[in-house]
């Protein structure tokens, strides 16, 4: 069901996204809860995305969403023009349903906030026959292929893969017909600080694999490179304030999440945050990305999730910041660029 919603989602762009984006001065962003993406409310709360949106003569709404993939298809549906998403859900949902994407803040990858989690201990061998419950093609469902991965076990040596919204995971776990679960924080945190709980695997076990970026539509972004700077600008005023470890826009972002200062605060500490610009240019810009990325397609193309019919695991071109691509040359539809984030780098916003 879910991948018939997501490829519905993808396919729906063609019809609503326009062919070419025009100038404008309104824009709609979609954000859900998760540790890397917590500033995105705090910009909207504090007023600080207003008042770089008022520099550049522009309003910017910031929306959260409680279904994450829910956000990831209305962006693809053309209802937003920018999103926050993994790299491999923006390769596989809006790139793979054609809709052009450029990266415009790489904003962390994850270090552990995405895990396995088992009742009553055990291994990653110890879950040959199992059920195991994770949101069906997300991070986790590619994060639980790179685990059995290393320990010689393929997804066919499971007990099955169910299907569970992140809305019902803790709900789902809490269950005694539940013995596994895939997820990301806040609920790792909040399913770990329950009984009978073991971390067997997480994400610190492949890191910088699993990216976490505020992604946006390249047409509109070409034609109002002002919403980019904006975004930008607030994006990185709010980096500096939590660099500086300021408590009360810590404490803001934990309560938001559903914890509090010293939760929010270990959930960082399981995130590789890029603080400053700098960083995320440097990460961008590194050749590790497009090995990443090449993988990533491979396991889409695997699941079938990579585009409506894609022959191969290249099926869909990545840009890299070098203008080097991968996948097909001829059909490029995700973007990495330095471009804004290299204005923030030099003061130019």
């Not at 803040?105 to 195991?132: H, M, Q, R, W």
């Not at 803790?170 to 679960?181: E, G, M």
């Not at 695997?302 to 059909?331: H, M, Q, R, T, W």
């Amino acid at each position: 069901m879910l991948k018939k919603l997501l490829l519905a989602g993808a396919l729906a762009a063609t019809a609503l996204t326009p062919a070419t984006a025009q100038e404008k001065t309104e824009f709609k962003v979609g954000w859900s809860i998760y540790v890397g993406w917590m500033p995105w409310g705090y910009l909207e709360d504090s007023g600080i995305m207003d008042k770089w949106a008022d520099k550049y003569g522009i309003d910017i709404e910031i929306v959260q969403f409680n279904d994450y993939i829910e956000s990831i298809n209305q962006y693809t549906a053309g209802a937003f023009d920018a999103v926050s998403a993994t790299n491999m859900d923006a390769l596989s949902i809006p790139a793979g349903g054609g809709v052009d994407t450029t990266a415009l803040i790489v904003g962390d990858y994850s270090n552990g906030n995405d895990a396995i989690i088992t009742k009553g201990g055990g291994d990653l061998a110890a879950l040959k026959g199992a059920p195991v419950h994770l949101v069906e093609l997300s991070v986790s469902h590619y994060l639980m292929a790179r685990a059995l991965d290393s320990v010689g076990l393929a997804e066919k040596d499971l007990g099955g893969v169910i299907n569970t919204s992140d809305a019902d995971m803790i709900a789902a776990y809490a269950t005694d017909d539940v013995s596994t679960v895939v997820t990301w924080n806040p609920l790792v945190a909040e399913i770990l600080d329950g009984p009978d709980a073991t971390k067997i695997y997480d994400s610190s076990d492949i890191p910088g694999e699993i990216i976490d970026i505020m992604w946006a539509n390249t047409e509109v972004l070409d034609a109002n490179p002002d919403f980019g700077k904006a975004m930008a600008g607030a994006w990185y005023e709010v980096m500096g304030l939590m660099a500086a470890g300021d408590e009360d826009v810590l404490t803001a972002m934990g309560e938001a999440s559903g914890t509090d200062l010293d939760g929010y605060k270990a959930q960082l500490a399981a995130t590789e945050m890029f603080y400053t610009p700098e960083e995320a240019v440097a990460f961008t810009a590194a050749p590790g990305l497009k090995v990443t990325m090449t993988n990533v397609a491979a396991f889409l193309f695997d699941k079938g999730i990579l585009g409506e019919g894609a022959p191969s695991p290249d099926f869909v071109g990545v840009e890299y910041p070098d203008g080097s691509v991968s996948g097909d040359a001829a059909n490029v539809k995700l973007r990495y660029t330095t471009d804004y984030m290299q204005m923030a780098a030099d003061g130019a916003l």
